[in-house]
Every structure is written in structure tokens, then in C-alpha cells.
């Protein structure tokens, strides 16, 4: 590993102290405005509590406002000198080969054709660099239904033959799903990674640009310390108004976060888990997870595992990287509010762990911070919350008193002092902190036309900031219960599995809407009946959160709408530079959905049941065969209990099958060839038409 120069360590350190030193003064301002609006002759229980609150709260608004200020004049400037993709490097020797890279694609339960859609654009924007024949692509599939797991082996079989991929484009199914997507990547190091110097690690719904990974490779080669780089995702692809919203709003205002997060965290940076290039073998040396004590939700295995590997790297000596600079990687959002409620459910658990992480022994501050982090982006909604209540209590208690004039053998009146503009400071500072970065990503778009023109021009931008801003508004208090309700869970041991995402465009319907909404609405309305008549000052500065939770059935149901999200664009609004001038990776998925003509003839007409094509069909039944590991002989046991499967099967149909009993089925290689000489002599008269 090459150490850094002692110019770099200077050069670092002034940075963090600059800015952390921005962070706290900040804090401790905001703190100090609300200090001085209570009373002077001590502070209640109350008060205390909302300070303390308070504190946390501006802290994490702090941090995020300076990462935001940070790089809107990294940006503005138009250089950084320590970006990873601006320092000079060590370029390999002139013959030394080409290193081998793997881009890895872990799935569980997608949609196959999606899947493979994005993983051929991918290759055909490779093939463009004229870098191809440097990378493999394995499809690491731990996907558990039957019938999604046979169609699966048939797109990537067809991409092979379409793509002449053999030798190149890999595929393979886990027996079990062991640890989840970490074990899914554990299992492919071990059993692969002496072929390959990096890895690059996919979602099932990322796509990346062939230039963006020839380049993250030509950065890595230049870096022999550094371990990982990971680069800012796109969301890009969705069509519904909610999705358009976010893709809107991480467009603009993202370049200049992610800068931000380089400016003070540089190559000490975290991983997100996907659309980042990761040297092999120290992942494989540092990056082993162990298990937590104790039992889900706090102990068990580490669910984000991400937020671990990069401080597991970090500790170990090994540089991290953010290339904020480096346009291509790409993913898609969730089409609704729903949706993303239930994928931040999936995450709430895994982040909240790293709470017991950032205690423990061996982690620098950075790690230790990035642990902070995770654990904050959730538990701030319940903070919030309480801090909501809090005030509104205290605002209670001091309608509650009545003002005094005269005190002993005074006969001059005492004013009441009034703290409202130290009230009315505090929350300005707190809104400045919140929604300056939005007006800062605008002044952007003045210094460069091109940039300006992708998002429609100034008029059209401004107008789709100010909507989103009232959009996060009226959605922020939803998420903020949705997040409280997902922590006070996770307190209370309820611990989440780890369910396909919904990632396709679809309505809310009212049924659905009202049964996750429907809290909502019934808390913002009691709160607003009984603040308007018990404390009416208070019920103005809190409609803005009243206003979010009545509407929130509506608000969500059309949000979700993809008739809307489409007007929208026409009008203008909302428009991304990914949309304006898209990327051709992004095209050639566009292509690739819009579909030719299959390979393979049996992906031509979709069958009733994938399954029983594995069990019917020559062709599918020798491929599924193929592509089985090798397995010890079945003990006795479990012979008597894949025969009572048999029976069913042959007696019920396919139909009285759990999807875990017809993979049982398909899953050993002996069973599997005895079913197929079986059905082809007496089918079950429920199976339906035979492909």
C-alpha cells in the first residue's frame, strides 16, 4: 500500500478542521439563540429536554448544510485538487496486462427480464470503450421462487448465445441464501476472486455507463492504496410524480452533496453497497463479517453490511474513495411513497445496528462517525417527533400561566418579556439551514448553460424547485412517522426479513393508501383539533406538519400516479439532464425493454408455469440440470420426504405445491430427471396445458 504524502495529511487534516470547526460553532449558535428564549431564572424539565433535543437535532441539520455549502463552492469553482480522479496516481508499467475485473450483479426474487435488459446495456456500452474482453459479468442469483429461478437461467442463457458470452457471462443460484447479499458476495470471493483484481458490485437495478467503468478501473490501477471507490448513483428511469420528484431533486441538488461529503471525508470515505469498484483481496483478507451477540434485531448478522466493509478497509490501512465527479452509475427509485417507506423499513434495522458498532473498540473517528450517520438518518424521525411533542407541551404549559404585574411593595408593573424574536431566530436559522442548499443548487445552473438547458432552462428549474420543496414538505412528516414507527419496531425486537423490492411503476390504490395512511391522517387531525383549541399560537407555526398528515392518502395516491408524472414533463417540470440527453447506457436499455426476437424459442411465448417447463421441456429440464451444483447423495430421509413430494405432485398437481416444496423438487439433479421421464409418461391431469 503507498503511504500518503505528509503535503496530503496537511492538506486533509485542515480541510476536517475547517470544517467540523464550521459544524459545531453552528450547534452551538443555534443552541445558544434557543438557550436565551427561556426563562432566566432556571431552566424546567422540559426546557432541558428540548435543548438536549435540539441540540442533536441542529447538530445533524449542521452537518448536512456545510457538506451542502462545502460543495457548492467545490463545484463553483470548478476544482478540486484532492478529488480522487484529479491526483496524478502511479500509472502501471507499460507491459503489465490489463487486470481482469468482474462485474457482479446479485439478485434475489427480480424481474428477470429487467435484470438482464440492464446487465446487456451494460455490455453493449463496454463493447463501445473497445474494453470489453477485460471484464466478466456473473449474475449471483439467490433468488428462492421456483419459478423465477428456471426464468432466470433461460435470459441468461439467452444473453449468452445472443451475446456470443460464453466464458464471459456467468451465472449461478446459492442452495441457500446464507447472509443475505454479503454472503452472496462472500460466496463469489471465495470461490472466484484469484481470477479477477476487482470487483464491481451492482443492484438489480443499476446500470453503468462503459466508460465510467473502464475509468474506475484506470483510477484504481493508478492507486495501489486505494481498496474501494465508490461511485454517486442516478435515479433515473421512473415515470410516476413521486419518483420523477426525487430523480428531480437528486439531480440537482446531489452533485453538490456528494462533493460536499469528498470535501471533508476524502479517502476516508464509506460505500453504499452498490455501483462501486472494490480491490479483491483486501475485501477478502479485511472484510469477513462477523455475527453481533445476541439475537435480531441488534445482534445476528450485520445487515448493512456496506457501512462495515468500508470501516473494515479503513481500519486495515486501506483508502476509501467518493469519485463524485464521475457521471454514469445509475439505479432506480421506488415508483411511490409506499415503496420507499418499505425500503427504508429494510434499511432501518441494519443502520440502527450500527449503534453497537460505533461503541466498540478498533474504529477511527471517521468510521465512528459514518456509524453515527446511519444510525441518525433514521433515528432522527423519532427525535423529531419527541421534539414536536415536546414543544407543543411546553407551549401548553406556558398558555397555562398567567402573566403577574405586581410583585411585593412594587408599584410599578413588570412586564412579561416576550421571547419571540429569539423564537422566530431559532427557527429561522434552522429553515436557512434546510432549504439554502436548494437555492445554492439554482446558482448553480447560472454558471453553466449546458447544465442549465439539461433541466429545462432557469424558468422551468426554479418553478420544479419550488414544487418539490412543498412536495418534501407535505411528504416529510409522513416519513417521519413511517421511520418512528420502523425504530420503535426494531426497539421492541420485531426484526424485518429481507423481501424483493417493488420496482416497477404502479398506482397506489385508495385501499392501500388508506390502510397505510390512514394513522397519518387521524394523528394530524386530533393534533390539530386539540392544538388549535388549546394552544392556537402554537397550531400556525405547526400547520406545515398537520397540512402533510391530513393530506397524506391523497397526497400519496397521487403522487403515485404515472399520467401525472408524464404531464409533468411535458410541462417541463421535473426534467434531469438523464432525460434531456440520456446516456447511451440508459438508451440501450431503453432498446433492450422495448425487446427483439428471444434466442431461445421457449422465451418467445411465456409458458403457464416456469416450473413445470423445467419438468416437461428437454431443453429447459437439461439446461436447469447443467446449471445444479453437485450435491451429496440424499440420506434416507430426505429420499422418503422428496418422495411424498413426488406423490403429491402426481396425485394434487403442481398446484398443492408450496414454491418452497416445488424448488425442493427442482433443486436435486436425481429428482429432477425423474420427474421429467414421469411427466412424460402420465402427466397430473391439474397441470394445465404442457409447453
Not at 81 to 108: D, F, K, N, V
Not at 254 to 281: D, K, P
Request: with cysteine.
Amino acid at each position: 500500500m503507498a503511504k500518503p504524502a505528509r503535503t496530503s495529511i496537511i492538506g486533509h487534516t485542515l480541510r476536517r478542521v475547517v470544517f467540523f470547526l464550521l459544524t459545531i460553532l453552528t450547534t452551538l449558535l443555534a443552541l445558544g439563540l434557543l438557550a436565551s428564549a427561556f426563562h432566566s431564572d432556571g431552566l424546567s424539565p422540559m426546557e432541558l429536554l428540548l435543548l438536549l433535543l435540539y441540540t442533536i437535532l441542529v447538530a445533524w441539520i449542521s452537518l448536512s448544510f456545510w457538506t451542502a455549502f462545502m460543495g457548492f463552492f467545490i463545484i463553483l469553482l470548478g476544482r478540486d485538487r484532492w478529488a480522487i480522479s484529479r491526483q496524478p496516481g502511479t500509472p502501471p508499467a507499460a507491459s503489465a496486462p490489463a487486470p481482469r475485473t468482474a462485474i457482479l450483479m446479485p439478485i434475489y426474487n427480480e424481474d428477470s427480464e429487467r435484470v438482464f435488459a440492464g446487465l446487456r446495456a451494460i455490455h453493449r456500452s463496454l463493447a463501445d470503450t473497445g474494453r470489453l474482453a477485460d471484464f466478466d459479468f456473473f449474475v449471483l442469483s439467490d433468488t428462492r421462487d421456483p419459478d423465477v429461478w428456471v426464468e432466470e437461467e433461460l435470459r441468461w442463457q439467452d444473453m449468452v448465445r445472443a451475446l456470443n458470452g460464453k466464458g464471459r457471462i456467468f451465472y449461478r443460484n446459492r442452495p441457500e441464501n446464507t447472509s443475505r447479499k454479503s454472503g452472496n458476495l462472500e460466496d463469489f470471493c471465495t470461490r472466484w476472486s484469484r481470477h479477477y483484481r476487482y470487483m464491481i458490485v451492482l443492484d438489480a437495478d443499476s446500470l453503468m455507463q462503459g466508460e465510467t467503468l473502464v475509468e474506475m478501473v484506470r483510477l484504481m490501477e493508478q492507486h495501489p492504496g486505494v481498496a474501494l471507490i465508490q461511485t454517486p448513483p442516478i435515479a433515473v428511469n421512473r415515470s410516476s410524480l413521486f419518483a420523477r420528484i426525487l430523480q428531480f431533486a437528486g439531480r440537482i441538488y446531489g452533485r453538490m452533496f456528494t462533493a460536499g461529503l469528498n470535501y471533508w471525508q476524502l479517502g476516508e470515505s464509506n460505500y453504499w453497497g452498490h455501483n462501486a469498484i472494490i480491490r479483491v483481496q483486501p475485501f477478502l483478507d479485511h472484510c469477513g463479517l462477523p455475527k453481533l451477540p445476541g439475537r435480531e434485531p441488534f445482534g445476528g448478522e450485520i445487515l448493512s453490511h456496506d457501512f462495515v466493509e468500508a470501516a473494515l478497509l479503513r481500519r486495515a490501512g486501506w483508502e476509501v474513495w467518493l469519485a463524485y465527479d464521475l457521471d454514469g452509475s445509475f439505479e432506480e427509485l421506488p415508483p411511490t411513497l409506499i415503496d420507499y417507506a418499505k425500503r427504508d423499513r429494510r434499511w432501518c434495522q441494519g443502520n440502527l445496528q450500527h449503534l453497537r458498532l460505533a461503541l466498540a473498540h478498533g474504529w477511527n473517528g471517521l468510521s465512528r462517525l459514518h456509524f453515527f450517520m446511519g444510525v441518525m438518518s433514521y433515528a432522527a424521525s423519532p427525535l423529531w417527533l419527541l421534539f414536536l411533542i415536546a414543544t407543543g407541551v411546553e407551549a401548553f404549559i406556558q398558555a397555562q400561566q398567567r402573566p403577574v404585574y405586581f410583585f411585593g411593595d412594587n408599584w410599578m408593573p413588570v412586564w412579561p418579556v416576550s421571547f419571540a424574536v429569539e423564537m422566530t431566530t431559532v427557527l429561522l436559522v434552522t429553515l436557512i439551514m434546510l432549504f439554502l442548499p436548494k437555492l445554492l443548487a439554482l446558482l448553480l445552473l447560472l454558471k453553466d448553460s449546458r447544465w442549465r438547458r439539461a433541466h429545462g432552462g432557469m424558468l422551468a428549474a426554479t418553478a420544479s424547485v419550488v414544487l418539490e420543496t412543498a412536495f418534501s414538505v407535505l411528504t416529510a412528516p409522513v416519513l417521519m412517522l413511517f421511520q418512528t414507527k420502523f425504530v420503535l419496531a426494531i426497539l421492541m425486537r420485531r426484526a424485518v426479513g429481507w423481501p424483493p423490492q417493488q420496482r416497477g411503476d404502479h398506482m397506489t390504490r385508495f385501499s392501500e393508501a388508506a390502510l397505510a395512511h390512514g394513522s397519518h391522517t387521524l394523528i394530524g387531525l386530533v393534533a390539530g383539533v386539540l392544538s388549535y383549541q388549546y394552544v392556537p399560537s402554537f397550531f400556525w407555526w405547526f400547520t406545515p406538519v398537520l397540512v402533510g398528515l391530513a393530506l397524506s392518502i391523497p397526497v400519496s395516491m397521487l403522487s403515485s400516479s404515472i399520467a401525472l408524472g408524464q404531464r409533468a414533463r411535458a410541462l417541463g417540470l421535473f426534467l434531469t439532464p438523464d432525460e434531456t440527453m440520456p446516456a447511451s447506457v440508459l438508451r440501450y436499455l431503453d432498446a433492450e425493454m422495448a425487446g427483439g426476437e428471444a434466442v431461445l424459442a421457449v422465451l418467445r411465448e411465456p409458458p403457464t408455469s416456469r416450473f413445470l417447463q423445467a419438468l416437461t421441456d428437454p431443453y429447459v429440464n437439461a439446461l436447469h440440470r447443467s446449471l445444479l451444483p453437485e450435491r451429496e447423495p440424499p440420506n434416507r430421509r430426505r429420499r422418503h420426504y422428496l418422495e411424498g413430494l413426488i406423490h403429491q405432485l402426481e396425485e394434487e398437481g403442481p398446484d398443492s405445491l408450496s414454491a418452497a416444496q416445488r424448488r425442493e423438487l427442482i433443486a436435486d439433479p436425481e429428482t429432477l430427471l425423474r420427474l421429467h421421464a414421469l411427466f412424460w409418461s402420465r402427466p397430473p391431469s391439474n397441470a394445465g396445458a404442457l409447453p
